[in-house]
Nanobody
């Protein structure tokens, strides 16, 4: 079992930056595919970034070049640096994890992620 807890969400102005963290407890997550998802009111949950067990990252088109995702399996395992924030980035951000040995780029599907945090709210104002 893995428990994930996100932190770092806040209200910022457009163009600002935030750094999200995802702390893990329980079983080791070194062999997990980890990801950030976000969900705005009325919208479906969408993938933002994925990082495989070796640290390779994949980003969705809307955030590519603005967000950076890293992992440190020895500490809080997942971070997301978000720069150049836009109002459309406003959402609840969730970290998720699932045991997966592959590239983690498009699979596993969002429904296959086994562990989820409770979310941290990011609000970007104009």
């Amino acid at each position: 079992q893995v428990r994930l807890v996100e932190s770092g969400g806040a209200s910022v102005q457009a163009g600002g930056s935030l750094r999200l963290s995802c702390a893990a407890s329980g079983d080791t997550i070194s062999s997990h595919c980890m990801a950030w998802f976000r969900q705005a009111p009325g919208n479906e949950r969408e993938g933002v970034a994925r990082i495989n067990s070796s640290g390779r990252t994949y980003f969705s088109f809307p955030v590519k070049g603005r967000f950076t995702t890293t992992r440190d399996n020895a500490k809080s395992p997942l971070y997301q640096q978000m720069d150049g924030l836009k109002p459309e980035d406003t959402a609840m951000y969730y970290c998720a994890a699932v045991v997966y040995a592959g590239e983690c780029r498009t699979l596993p599907h969002v429904t296959e992620f086994e562990y989820w945090g409770q979310g941290t709210q990011v609000t970007v104002s104009t």
